[in-house]
């Protein structure tokens, strides 16, 4: 697996939140990914790029 993507289990470490959490945004369609077959899969320069605009939209 590349170095930049992470599944569920990774992303929520990353994130440190649980993983129901994570799934419940995904549901929501509040967090990007990637849907690869049954698998969710997260790129991480998305990621970064949402949590800054998600903090900074908080201000």
Known sequence: MA???FDVKQLAEY????VSL???LVRRN???YNRI????MFQKNEIDKWLKDNMNSNK
């Open 3 to 5: 170095s930049n993507m």
């Open 15 to 18: 994130l440190n939140v649980s």
């Open 37 to 40: 077959g049954v698998k969710l």
């Open 22 to 24: 994570l799934r419940k």
């Open 30 to 32: 509040e967090i990007p």
